[in-house]
Structures are given as C-alpha cells and as structure tokens.
C-alpha cells in the first residue's frame, strides 16, 4: 500500500488478559504470567510519547494544503521527498493522526479540525471517484492519478477509516459529520463484490475493468468487509464475512490464522477495537488474540535467524513489507518468507504494541539504544535498516513511509490511551456490522451496541 520509492483502565486490562490469551493459542511452551514489570515505566512512557510526537510530525508536515492529500513518503530529516505521490491509505492515518495530535495538545483543536475540513472537502466535491471509490496514489497537489494505481478497495476502506475516527472525534462538528457520512454513504460495495455474491475485488483500473484479484483470505481487509457489511445504502451481505478464508498456520508451537506479512495483523486493528469477543460459527475466532499469537511467533522465526543474521536475537527483530537495499520488499510471512537479507523494520514491532507491548516495547528500546540519531530522527525510526550490509557496513533507508508512520503512531496511541479505538468505535457502522455478523460484544466502555439475543448473522 505504498509506492515503491510510505475497573481496570484499557491498557491494565490488556496486559492482565494478555497472558491468558497467548496461552490458549499454543500449544506446548509456555508464556510467562505478565507481571507489574511488564506495565509501562515513566521511561517507558516517555520513550512511546517521544516517538508519537515524532510520527505525529510526519503528518503535519507531509501534506497538502490545497487538497487535504497526505504523502506516500518523505526523508526521515523531514526535508521533501520530491515526487508529491500522495496516498490514499497514509491520508486514512493521517486523518487519524490530526485527532491523536489535538488530543495531546501538539497543535491546537481548531487547526486540527481546518485541515480535516480540507481533506473532507476535497474528497467529497473535487477528487476523482467511481462509485465512490478512490485512487492508490494520487498527486498531492492536483488530485491526478499517479504511478498508473488502481482504484483501490483497501485503501479506500483505510482513507474510510479515518474520515470515521475524525467524524468520532469532531462528534460536534456539524460539517464534519455531514461530510464523513456523505464520504462512507457514497461508497457503493455492492459494485465492488463485481458479480461475486460475498468475495469483494482488489479494485479497478480506469477504463479497463476490475482487477483478477479478491479478499478471498484473511489478510488486513476485514476493516473493508466490515464497513461493506455496515453501510446503510450499499451494504454486503454479512454472510461475507465468514466466505473468506481462514488459513491455519503453524510456528514452532504457535497455532494462528495467517494470510502473510505482520502488517496484515495489524491494519484493522488500528481502528477496530477487536479485544475480548469472537465472531460466530464456523470461527468463533478472536482476533485480538490472534495478532498477538502471530507477533510472538515472527518473533521467534526472527529470532531462529540469528545464526545468519547475527544482530536478530529477542530485542532486535522485526520484519514487513518495507523499504530495503534492494529495494521495496514483501518479505512474506512467518512460514513463507522471502528474499529476507538481514534488514530491520521497526514499524513491525511497532505496529505490534497494542498487542503484546512486553515483547515489543524492548525491541524499539534497543534499536533506539544501539544505533540512536542514525535511525531515529525527525519522523522516529527510518522506515528500514540493515545493520550488515555490503562489507558489513549499516544502511539505512532515508525515507520513512506515511502508511509505517501511520501504523506505529496508532498502535502506540491504542496502547497508551485507547483513543483510536475510541473515537473510531463510536460510529454506527461498524457498530451494525459487528451486530450483524455475530461477534459476541464484550469490551467494556466503547459504546457498541449489544448484540440480539439469538442473532449471528444479520
């Protein structure tokens, strides 16, 4: 999703059921009982604050005044990248991160809210659409398609996301929330499932039709299905929810449903408040936990390929699809990786602290610690780096990626605050979907609609 060249308070309760959950996912070796150590230390704190500020800043610079459109990418100095590729997903995060950065008080209230009306506004009246859907990447400054991208069903569902979380969180802003609900209603899912009765496409080119590709396996897209299920006027059937498939992985011990990199562990649930609750029959999966078992496990491979890549161990691990010496890479996932070479992406960990924060958390501590200001400038961490390159030499990418930034930025504001979870679970759509498809409700605090006595699928 990015161009090749960006009671107990919620967090207490987290770290107490955290434990438990790993536990029931594997089978044989055992994860120690989180104890008082495992909660965040002032230091701790004031690590995670420092490097939100920092991927905060990234949005604030990286976008575009007349059009609302946040960058794919800039240099991890903060000084332009030059190409003025605008992403559609990175302004879902961006949105998101306008409403982190008010809520800190890093900018005030109102500006927030004048650049989220910019970025409604435009896409509401002047960007391109069919059916309401959008372009991958568009020019920043224009609007214009760029990099000959598809309109793109993910990333549309990722931009919906944070036209959501800004309408929950500018709840008395009547213009916002006029906006964001013309923006979400527009979207027509039903001409996005292409013929299919449940299977939603990848997306169209212009002119010459949809794409081969569906959300046919878990993968990040279960935010699109739910919002597809959720619509009031363009609704999928919510059967849709159980026609994707569910491939069974297996890691060491480790027991989870997988469909490739971690980032597909992690993107809904940057918006989608999944914790404590399972869907219906024939899953009953929760998917909270599943992130976290599928963290722990890219930890261990991770850590198994430390007799070739000596600098990978328990606090120095973690790999997505990323920017790499040899360029942008898959990597692919815990059982089926790819051209791996000894590179770093610190967003894995990152985008992985609202799950398991006692494995996470040492990782960025370390990386911070060993390679500092080399890695960890004006945006926090570089998108990448490689600490044995060529000659054994450190390389480090000097762009970091709107959509890295974005995920890390979330996961830590989830982990600290809730927030996210909060302002994005107050909209009625995803309320409905979750009813709808049968997931049993139970998180405290968030507003979510009980679901009907008897009710799995809507």
Not at 221 to 244: C, F, M, Q, V
Not at 254 to 280: C, E, M, N
Not at 353 to 379: H, N, T, W
Request: aromatic content about 14%.
């Amino acid at each position: 999703m990015s161009s090749n060249s960006v009671g107990l308070s919620r967090r207490e309760l987290l770290f107490s059921g955290a434990a438990a959950a790993l536990a029931a996912g594997k089978a044989q070796a055992a994860v120690a009982p989180l104890s008082a150590s495992s909660r965040l230390t002032p230091e701790d704190r004031r690590f995670l604050e420092d490097y939100s500020k920092r991927s905060f800043r990234y949005f604030w610079d990286q976008w575009n005044q007349h059009t609302g459109i946040f960058l794919d990418r800039g240099h991890m100095d903060g000084s332009p990248s030059g190409n003025n590729v605008g992403s559609l997903a990175a302004t879902g995060f961006g949105l998101t991160a306008l409403c982190i950065g008010a809520s800190h008080g890093w900018i005030p209230k109102e500006q927030a809210r004048l650049r989220a009306t910019t970025t409604l506004r435009y896409f509401w009246a002047h960007a391109f659409h069919d059916h309401g859907w959008f372009y991958h990447f568009m020019d920043a400054s224009t609007g214009a398609r760029r990099l000959n991208s598809e309109i793109s069903s993910i990333d549309t569902a990722l931009f919906l996301a944070g036209v959501l979380t800004v309408q929950g969180y500018f709840s008395t802003d009547r213009e916002i929330r006029l906006l964001a609900r013309q923006i979400f209603e527009r979207v027509d899912f039903v001409w996005m499932l292409n013929g299919s009765p449940l299977i939603l496409s990848h997306g169209a080119y212009p002119g010459s039709g949809f794409l081969n590709s569906r959300w046919g396996a878990y993968s990040e897209a279960s935010i699109l299905y739910l919002l597809a299920i959720g619509s009031p006027r363009h609704a999928i059937p919510s059967d849709s929810w159980y026609a994707w498939s569910r491939p069974p992985v297996r890691y060491d011990n480790w027991k989870f449903v997988s469909g490739g990199p971690l980032f597909t562990h992690q993107y809904s649930h940057a918006w989608i408040d999944f914790r404590h609750q399972k869907d219906g029959d024939p899953f009953f999966l929760d998917y909270f936990e599943n992130s976290q078992i599928a963290t722990y496990a890219h930890r261990d491979f991770c850590i198994s390929l430390q007799s070739k890549y000596s600098d990978y161990g328990p606090n120095m691990w973690g790999m997505t699809v990323s920017d790499s010496p040899t360029g942008y890479r898959s990597w692919g996932g815990t059982t089926s990786p790819t051209e791996i070479n000894g590179t770093l992406v610190p967003c894995a960990a990152a985008g992985s602290l609202m799950f398991a924060p006692e494995i996470c958390l040492p990782v960025l501590s370390e990386m911070y610690k060993v390679y500092g200001d080399r890695i960890y400038q004006r945006y926090g961490f570089t998108d990448a780096f490689n600490p044995n390159w060529k000659d054994q030499k450190l390389w480090v990418n000097q762009d970091v990626v709107g959509i890295d930034v974005g995920i890390s930025l979330l996961s830590i504001e989830n982990l600290l605050t809730g927030n996210v979870w909060h302002w994005f679970m107050r909209n009625l759509y995803i309320q409905n979907a979750m009813e709808r498809v049968g997931f049993a409700l139970s998180t405290p605090g968030i507003g979510i609609k009980q679901t009907r006595s008897g009710a799995r699928r809507g």
